[in-house]
């Protein structure tokens, strides 16, 4: 077992500590009670009834936030330990990743954020910011959860990072700039956003993309959205199948779905283990904060496995993502998503009281963000049920 014997690994004892100081446990790591804090957290919770792509009530073997961002942990730790790093870090980053997600998946988002335009916009990594440092109250000290620098930092930048030398927005901020939330946090606790997150935080990033493409598989095979004969000539996908038809010829359909998904994650995870350990050669980093100050990302795919996994992902968008039950279903999402806003600007008082807290000041757009984090937070179920109060019917079956 390899822990904390790569070079480039997150140190507890190098970590640049909380926002609000705190007497650290001799039990548990700084990271390990960061992902503790994130597992009891109010948000982690209503990841249970939060969709991935299916409503919650079109079955009980679906995948949720929940059970998506589980399975990313279990992933993100493995090659965490492979790789020789801090697996809490790991852990506690896989763990959060999903926190600031609407109800509805990305409809629900892409709602969220056309309704706000005039106020901002909205982005899920931001609001898991907003969550994890804010909206989460607690304890008696702080609002938000006080994670350390590392876990915050890796949860804004885990795809890389979001500023250039010159402080222009870079990747999807480019056009829009960067989210206020960001942007304020990091005012008062600068995260570095020129920079690469630590390899941990790039381990969760990649963990979150192997995680996708196999339970996606898994889901569309059981919902009929497409059949296992559809995935022969798809990378990566029709490979596992036809090792697994010839190793195991005859099993029964359920089987040859598992076989073939554990060995689409199995292929992905050996090739990012491989590609980090070739970077690590050549770029030779020794501390974390090299890992922050390359040019690239230490932890990646080669480029083979980059370019079979978009060919993966393309077949998952076209006859998944994109299929027509699919995309019925969220359109009415959508709408509930707009009711719902429509409905809490226009009367405050319709919402809970403890979410009326600035409701009659003369701040829209503080009072728009307001409703947006009420909404943001909301669980399919809990969404529904608000829409089926106030309007007396149900958008999703009618």
């Given at each position: 077992?390899?822990?904390?014997?790569?070079?480039?690994?997150?140190?507890?004892?190098?970590?640049?500590?909380?926002?609000?100081?705190?007497?650290?446990?001799?039990?548990?790591?700084?990271?390990?009670?960061?992902?503790?804090?994130?597992?009891?957290?109010?948000?982690?919770?209503?990841?249970?009834?939060?969709?991935?792509?299916?409503?919650?009530?079109?079955?009980?073997?679906?995948?949720?936030?929940?059970?998506?961002?589980?399975?990313?942990?279990?992933?993100?730790?493995?090659?965490?330990?492979?790789?020789?790093?801090?697996?809490?870090?790991?852990?506690?980053?896989?763990?959060?990743?999903?926190?600031?997600?609407?109800?509805?998946?990305?409809?629900?988002?892409?709602?969220?954020?056309?309704?706000?335009?005039?106020?901002?916009?909205?982005?899920?990594?931001?609001?898991?910011?907003?969550?994890?440092?804010?909206?989460?109250?607690?304890?008696?000290?702080?609002?938000?959860?006080?994670?350390?620098?590392?876990?915050?930092?890796?949860?804004?930048?885990?795809?890389?990072?979001?500023?250039?030398?010159?402080?222009?927005?870079?990747?999807?901020?480019?056009?829009?700039?960067?989210?206020?939330?960001?942007?304020?946090?990091?005012?008062?606790?600068?995260?570095?956003l020129s920079s690469f997150a630590s390899a941990e935080a790039q381990?969760?990033?990649?963990?979150?993309?192997?995680?996708?493409?196999?339970?996606?598989?898994?889901?569309?095979?059981?919902?009929?959205?497409?059949?296992?004969?559809?995935?022969?000539?798809?990378?990566?996908?029709?490979?596992?199948?036809?090792?697994?038809?010839?190793?195991?010829?005859?099993?029964?359909?359920?089987?040859?779905?598992?076989?073939?998904?554990?060995?689409?994650?199995?292929?992905?995870?050996?090739?990012?283990?491989?590609?980090?350990?070739?970077?690590?050669?050549?770029?030779?980093?020794?501390?974390?904060?090299?890992?922050?100050?390359?040019?690239?990302?230490?932890?990646?795919?080669?480029?083979?496995?980059?370019?079979?996994?978009?060919?993966?992902?393309?077949?998952?968008?076209?006859?998944?993502?994109?299929?027509?039950?699919?995309?019925?279903?969220m359109a009415r999402a959508r709408r509930v998503v707009r009711d719902?806003?429509?409905?809490?600007?226009?009367?405050?008082?319709?919402?809970?009281?403890?979410?009326?807290?600035?409701?009659?000041?003369?701040?829209?757009?503080?009072?728009?963000?307001?409703?947006?984090?009420?909404?943001?937070?909301?669980?399919?179920?809990?969404?529904?049920?608000?829409?089926?109060?106030?309007?007396?019917?149900?958008?999703?079956?009618?």
């Open positions: 077992m390899r822990r904390h014997t790569a070079a480039y690994c997150s140190r507890e004892e190098e970590s640049r500590g909380r926002l609000v100081p705190e007497e650290e446990s001799s039990q548990r790591s700084p990271f390990a009670r960061d992902r503790d804090r994130i597992i009891h957290s109010s948000a982690f919770r209503r990841l249970k009834h939060k969709t991935q792509v299916f409503v919650y009530h079109d079955g009980d073997h679906y995948r949720t936030r929940l059970t998506h961002s589980i399975e990313v942990a279990q992933i993100a730790r493995s090659i965490a330990r492979a790789l020789g790093l801090d697996e809490d870090l790991a852990e506690a980053l896989a763990l959060a990743h999903d926190l600031g997600h609407t109800p509805f998946g990305h409809a629900g988002e892409r709602e969220l954020d056309a309704l706000m335009q005039p106020h901002g916009g909205f982005d899920h990594n931001a609001q898991s910011l907003r969550i994890v440092t804010r909206l989460e109250r607690r304890y008696a000290g702080f609002d938000g959860l006080n994670l350390t620098w590392e876990t915050l930092e890796g949860l804004v930048k885990h795809n890389g990072p979001l500023i250039d030398a010159e402080g222009h927005a870079l990747g999807p901020y480019r056009e829009r700039g960067l989210p206020d939330a960001i942007i304020e946090y990091a005012e008062a606790h600068d995260l570095a381990v969760a990033a990649i963990a979150d993309d192997i995680a996708y493409n196999a339970h996606d598989i898994d889901d569309g095979l059981r919902a009929g959205l497409f059949n296992l004969i559809d995935l022969g000539d798809v990378p990566l996908a029709g490979e596992a199948l036809s090792a697994v038809l010839k190793v195991h010829p005859g099993i029964d359909m359920p089987r040859v779905v598992h076989e073939t998904v554990r060995r689409v994650l199995g292929t992905m995870v050996a090739d990012v283990l491989q590609e980090t350990e070739r970077r690590a050669k050549r770029l030779h980093p020794k501390s974390a904060q090299q890992v922050r100050e390359l040019r690239e990302p230490l932890i990646s795919f080669s480029a083979q496995m980059s370019e079979k996994n978009r060919m993966l992902q393309s077949f998952l968008a076209e006859r998944m993502y994109q299929h027509p039950r699919i995309g019925d279903i719902l806003f429509e409905a809490y600007i226009g009367d405050p008082k319709l919402m809970p009281p403890n979410w009326r807290e600035d409701s009659f000041t003369d701040d829209r757009s503080r009072f728009a963000r307001q409703v947006c984090d009420f909404i943001a937070g909301m669980t399919d179920r809990y969404s529904l049920d608000q829409h089926k109060r106030l309007f007396d019917l149900d958008p999703l079956f009618r």
